[in-house]
């Protein structure tokens, strides 16, 4: 942890220094909330996260050592309160998903060539989960160098080790995270990596967050104090009652043993002294005292019976009452409700649509459920996104399937490729269900040009929403994804392109809809209106 880091928790800690936090508030807010709003893509809930975030560093500020890196620390919490808060993962599918329709769509209007842009636009989604694979030092060294912009004398001096060995830990901690994109099919260099997540990996928190973060943290210490404070009266009132009742009662035990030992001897004095009338009274009037006495003590145990049972019902309705406003109150639990409300809705909206069903979604898990239900459900248009996410995970994890038989297969069968799909049945692990099967089929790789799998492939004979679902393929050189209409793009609306470039100076369309006065043929026309379409269903 920087010095001044260190010496502000400090502060904050030992006097409860608002400045303090506030210092510390402000300076990493723009890094946490950067980091719970890649994990749950939602400004409103990413704000409450990061203040969560804060007031857990208040909670344990004691706690914090001081070999820790605040940034790091801040970073792992982020994505611990945002698990537990969404009770789910990063949503990797749907960021997958999006990110590759997001970059085929520039890259067939706008073709862009900056390298750092483009690697950025595919390894967003998946940064927060590579960063979390990393080990803890590999993580924090990449934290200060490229998320806090620190340059590598001050990450060694972070790291307690020297420039020269901070600048080595930040190589192969980039290394490291080159080698998990190029298993997601992200190919780069360390160099362009470095320069797309320093330019992009922390973006400004809303204007104000700070002080409404430092704020709450203020009333959060105060009201904790205040609770604090009142258990202990409350525990110290019960205790001094129960001490008083005890020796109350012993001390009225006490009175009545030397009582009745009194007794006994005026007794024998008086036998021999006065008439037997008068040792009756005598005696009458001691038991007469001693149901009094018996009386007073029976009034004062129930007296404390009711006195304890009355505290206790206090502090259970008191417990209930708590409980009650933190669940009326709690922001995450009110979001967690929701998402499994949106879960149970698309759901129905599956078995009311047959026709958007797939066999593979068998597969899915009660996770992929939950990814595909993230965002809102509010038309027609966010079910069929939700659906073909859904969709897209199921054949997704087909084919990591098929991947897997045919590193089996090929071996097995001198290097060739199947003709058939029903020659990889006895490599799955486990059979697969002929209605699975018949979805898919092996054809030539001009069926996905740009993915470079190698020929043949294996891929899906058709969409069930051309505009939505993503075309997976698996060949001899692994598996991978694209959006139906790229090939038709490619092939049939490039002499469309051409034509515009033509007639504009050679300059590239701004959106698609200026392609229309150059769409010659009927089926032109047709794909071209489909990928209008489609840009106005992404931008609702």
Not at 286 to 299: Q, Y
Request: glycine share 6%; charged share 25%.
């Amino acid at each position: 942890m920087p010095n001044d880091d260190l010496t502000l928790l400090r502060e904050y800690s030992r006097n409860q220094s608002e400045a303090a936090f506030a210092a510390l508030v402000s300076r990493h807010v723009n890094l946490v909330y950067s980091v719970a709003l890649r994990q749950v893509r939602d400004p409103h809930l990413a704000e409450e996260i990061t203040q969560a975030v804060f007031i857990i560093l208040a909670r344990k500020a004691d706690a914090i050592g001081d070999k820790t890196i605040l940034p790091g620390w801040l970073c792992r919490t982020a994505r611990y309160v945002s698990v537990r808060a969404l009770r789910t993962q990063i949503r990797r599918q749907q960021r997958e998903h999006e990110a590759h329709m997001q970059t085929q769509i520039q890259n067939d209007l706008s073709r862009r060539s900056e390298a750092e842009a483009e690697t950025w636009t595919h390894i967003e989604p998946l940064l927060d989960g590579a960063m979390g694979r990393l080990g803890q030092k590999d993580h924090d060294a990449l934290v200060l160098r490229f998320f806090e912009n620190k340059n590598f004398a001050e990450v060694g001096a972070a790291l307690g080790t020297g420039e020269d060995a901070a600048k080595m830990r930040v190589n192969r901690a980039l290394e490291k995270l080159r080698k998990i994109f190029t298993k997601h099919g992200i190919v780069s260099t360390t160099a362009i990596l470095a320069g797309a997540i320093s330019a992009n990996a922390v973006s400004a928190a809303p204007a104000g967050l700070a002080a409404t973060i430092s704020a709450a943290v203020s009333g959060s210490t105060l009201t904790t104090a205040t609770i604090v404070a009142a258990t202990k009266a409350l525990a110290m009132t019960t205790l001094q009652k129960t001490l008083i009742t005890t020796a109350l009662i012993t001390t009225i035990g006490a009175g009545f043993y030397e009582a009745h030992q009194n007794s006994q001897l005026r007794e024998q004095n008086q036998t021999l002294q006065q008439q037997q009338t008068s040792l009756s009274e005598q005696i009458r009037q001691l038991l007469r005292e001693r149901d009094d006495a018996t009386n007073r003590l029976a009034s004062l145990a129930d007296e404390m019976a009711k006195t304890k049972s009355n505290n206790l019902e206090l502090l259970r309705l008191r417990g209930e009452v708590t409980q009650s406003k933190l669940a009326a109150n709690d922001p995450v639990d009110a979001a967690a409700k929701a998402w499994l409300d949106r879960v149970n809705r698309l759901k129905q909206r599956l078995e009311q649509n047959p026709d958007a069903n797939i066999p593979e979604l068998r597969y899915l898990t009660e996770q992929d459920w939950l990814n595909a239900a993230s965002g809102k459900l509010d038309n027609d248009t966010d079910y069929r996104k939700a659906t073909a996410l859904l969709r897209n995970a199921g054949e997704n994890k087909f084919c990591s399937m098929v991947e897997s038989a045919l590193q089996k297969y090929s071996p097995a069968n001198g290097g060739q490729f199947p003709t058939d799909l029903a020659q990889l049945q006895p490599y799955f692990d486990t059979p697969v269900d002929d209605a699975v099967l018949q979805r898919w089929e092996i054809t030539s790789a001009k069926t996905a040009p740009n993915l470079g799998l190698g020929d043949p492939i294996i891929t899906q004979k058709a969409a069930v929403d051309d505009l939505f679902d993503s075309r997976m393929a698996i060949g001899p050189h692994g598996f991978g994804s694209s959006d139906f209409l790229s090939s038709e793009i490619k092939n049939t609306l490039g002499p469309v392109y051409q034509a515009y470039q033509d007639a504009n100076n050679g300059q590239e369309p701004g959106n698609p809809s200026q392609l229309v006065p150059y769409a010659s043929t009927a089926e032109q026309k047709a794909l071209l209106q489909k990928v209008i379409q489609r840009g106005e269903l992404y931008s609702k």
